[in-house]
Nanobody
Framework: QVQVVESGGGLVQEGGSMRLSCTVSGLTLDDYGMGWFRQTPGKEREGVVCISWSGSSSYYSDSAKGRFTISRDNAKTRLDLVMNDLSPEDTATYYC??????????????????WGQGTQVTVSS
């Protein structure tokens, strides 16, 4: 059984930082991408930062560039998202995805991958 579990999230003040962690287990694909997405009410889920299995391809949304970074463990089962200089516009439910992702410098999509349950990030002004 595949499990994608996020941790972190919560309330942070504008300008602050936050770390989200994602752990994947039970995935038997030879290689898979991982990424972070976010969604606000009434809007589609959008890719934030994604990375391919090899690490040769990654995606950073325009809002993430220069502020968000990701790190992955050697086993490629954990993906951390560090978010700096947060603004109220970053308030959203953040989801981790793992599996068959399309990861290109211009886009990231979860084609047939798995989702975590989501974790709320709220940035207060």
């Amino acid at each position: 059984q595949v499990q994608v579990v996020e941790s972190g999230g919560g309330l942070v003040q504008e300008g602050g930082s936050m770390r989200l962690s994602c752990t994947v287990s039970g995935l038997t694909l030879d290689d898979y991408g991982m990424g972070w997405f976010r969604q606000t009410p009434g809007k589609e889920r959008e890719g934030v930062v994604c990375i391919s299995w090899s690490g040769s391809s990654s995606y950073y949304s325009d809002s993430a560039k220069g502020r968000f970074t990701i790190s992955r463990d050697n086993a490629k089962t954990r993906l951390d998202l560090v978010m700096n200089d947060l603004s109220p516009e970053d308030t959203a439910t953040y989801y981790c995805a793992a599996g068959s992702l399309v990861v290109l410098p211009t886009t990231c999509r979860n084609e047939f991958g798995y989702w975590g349950q989501g974790t709320q990030v709220t940035v207060s002004s």
